[in-house]
Nanobody, 121 residues
Framework: QVQLVESGGGLVQAGGSLRLSCAAS????????MGWYRQAPGKQREMVAT???????NYADSVKGRFTISRDDAKNMVYLQMNSLKPEDTAVYYC???????????????WGQGTQVAVSS
């Protein structure tokens, strides 16, 4: 099957930066949209940023101008560069990918296990 593994989370002071990475592996024919979502304690999971297979990006209003999503299709990876971090960015960040499998030849949505980002004031 398919696995998504995130890395790069941690504790940072407000104004600092972190870079999250997510690697997809398994029976992958093609990766469609990839994205990052986050869930803070007591809140629903929300979209942070997505990038289509054609490179079209979409950002939550709260992160526009501070976060940048990118992907490397040769490595089946997606990244999230987070700058000017704020305490309200504190959450568990999850990688998501819509993947066409080799077999069966269908599209499925996969999630990583999450990586904690904590921003201190």
């Amino acid at each position: 099957q398919v696995q998504l593994v995130e890395s790069g989370g941690g504790l940072v002071q407000a104004g600092g930066s972190l870079r999250l990475s997510c690697a997809a592996s398994g029976s992958i024919r093609r990766i469609n949209t990839m994205g990052w979502y986050r869930q803070a304690p007591g809140k629903q999971r929300e979209m942070v940023a997505t990038v289509s297979s054609g490179g079209v990006t979409n950002y939550a209003d709260s992160v526009k101008g501070r976060f940048t999503i990118s992907r490397d299709d040769a490595k089946n990876m997606v990244y999230l560069q987070m700058n000017s971090l704020k305490p309200e960015d504190t959450a568990v960040y999850y990688c998501n990918a819509d993947i066409r499998l080799i077999f069966p030849p269908s599209d499925y949505s996969y999630w990583g296990q999450g990586t904690q980002v904590a921003v201190s004031s």
